[in-house]
């Protein structure tokens, strides 16, 4: 099982034979350090499909495409805009769900959904960087996999994670929500939040916003206690006080995402998120229903202006005053210049917590160096667990692989599984290239 420990466990759905040709790209992973970089440097010249460049939008480069997943394991994004969609979920312009309880046509509506969404920023399904797809079970991902090998078939492929999670419409298998690269708000200055007439709207929410190209602002998760309802407000509030730290207003916000429980409560907490965005339009929302204690978690990712180039580091962490540094991860992370990097989600080995989180970590390191980057260049971490134990030693674990001064902000949530048979851990990142 060796060489299969340093592939992101999410590709391993595809033909045995075609995961066994991926893998063997990245076996440079269980040699020595000392030889890990030049395999892995000579991996990428041969391993590293790169999209052609464009003129408008941002270069794009996908590492480890899949024909048969349609996802790439990472996708590196030059100067750009991003456009970032609200939850997008599998039903007509009337809001009624297509496809009950048929994966396959629910995910063949959602793309044409994502389609619609993305012609509001002006960009489409060949410029997407990164799909977080949310699946009733992890049965559905198989359905997934075949629809996205055909809306992928180009040369590009996104990054992917699949999360196991309710949804909200019953007799629904399928929902996600989706980052794009975009000409639209290149030279602008300002976020733009856009619905689509064609599709049932958000109670003065937002279909999809354009972070235009310059600083983006990854916000940990916060969470304030309470009744639900309660809670998500406080949150918002306390939210918008770290923005006020970063000189940012409600205006900057680009998405909103929350993890809370029970999923029946979807509306409730997006409806309380909207409100909290006073005389504005908000940005788009996207959820995922946790099995932790406490009632709501949010985070934020914000555009901080196109003064990036102007900072020394290309990523800065940062912390409030008031609130206790963690070595683990960052309250807010500030990326001022660099190529975006997405990863697809990452799994470790079959076996316990320790070798589960080890060998994702390990995988981790590897990609990073076919993209550019680093362990101290990552912006943004998203781990979803399934236990205590896995989340208990990943906290301990943690301190190992990042250095306690660089740590990326992040969210860690247990939910109900993470797409994979025997598997209690996935995590996503989000990077930037070395300067």
């Known amino acids: 099982m060796q060489a299969e420990i ?13 995961c066994t040709n991926m893998k063997t790209h990245l076996l440079a992973s269980h040699w ?6 030049p395999v892995a440097l000579g991996l990428a010249a041969f391993a590293t499909r790169q999209a052609p460049a464009q003129s408008t939008g941002g270069e794009l480069r996908a590492i480890e495409p899949s024909e048969a997943t349609g996802s790439a394991q990472a996708v590196v994004v030059g100067r750009a805009a991003l456009a970032h969609t609200s939850l997008l979920q599998p039903v007509d312009e009337r809001g009624k769900l297509v496809g009950y309880e048929h994966p396959t046509i629910q995910t063949e509506r959602l793309m044409d959904n994502l389609e ?20 009733k079970d992890a049965d559905v991902v198989r359905d997934v996999q075949r629809v996205f090998s055909r809306k992928f078939a180009g040369g590009h492929k996104p990054a992917v994670t699949y999360v196991e999670s309710e949804l909200s419409l019953p007799g629904s298998y399928i929902a996600l929500d989706a980052v794009a690269a975009t000409s639209f708000g290149l030279g602008q200055s300002r976020v733009e939040r856009f619905s689509s007439h064609k ?4 109670a003065n929410g937002s279909h999809v916003a354009i972070m235009p190209d310059g600083v983006r602002i990854h916000v940990s998760g916060q969470a304030e206690r309470g009744p639900l309802r309660e809670a ?13 730290f970063l000189s940012l207003t409600p205006a900057d916000v680009v998405q909103v995402k929350a993890f809370f429980k029970p999923m029946s409560s979807a509306r ?38 196109n003064q990036g180039d102007r900072a020394r580091e290309a990523i800065e962490y940062l912390t409030p005053p008031g609130v206790v540094a963690s070595p683990v991860y960052s309250r807010v992370a500030r990326i001022n210049f660099g190529k975006t990097i997405f990863t697809s989600g990452l799994h470790g080995g079959a076996g316990g917590a320790d070798i589960q989180i080890q060998d994702a970590f390990q995988s981790l390191e590897q990609l990073l160096i076919l993209t550019g980057s680093d362990l101290k260049h990552l912006a943004k971490a998203t781990y979803y667990v399934t236990d205590a134990q896995t989340s208990t030693r990943l906290n301990e674990l943690r ?24 598997r ?7 990077a930037v290239t070395k300067p």
């Open 116 to 135: 619609t969404v993305l012609a509001e920023a002006q960009t489409s399904l060949d410029r997407v960087v990164k799909l977080n797809v949310y699946v």
């Open 199 to 202: 599709l049932q709207g958000h």
């Open 32 to 37: 020595s350090r000392a030889l890990a970089l």
């Open 424 to 430: 209690s851990l996935v995590m996503d990142f989000i």
């Open 232 to 244: 998500t407000a406080a949150t918002m509030q306390s939210l918008f006080k770290t923005l006020e």
């Open 6 to 18: 340093a592939l992101p466990r999410q590709l391993c759905f595809a033909p045995s034979a075609q």
């Open 399 to 422: 301190p190992r692989f990042y250095d306690a001064k660089r740590p990326p902000a992040a969210s860690k949530a247990t939910v109900r599984g993470v797409a994979q048979s025997g």
């Open 268 to 305: 409730e907490v997006e409806a309380e998120i909207v409100r909290a965005f006073t005389g504005l339009r908000a940005p788009p929302v996207t959820f995922t229903e946790w099995t932790m204690n406490d009632p709501v978690e949010i985070e934020l990712v914000a555009y901080g202006g």
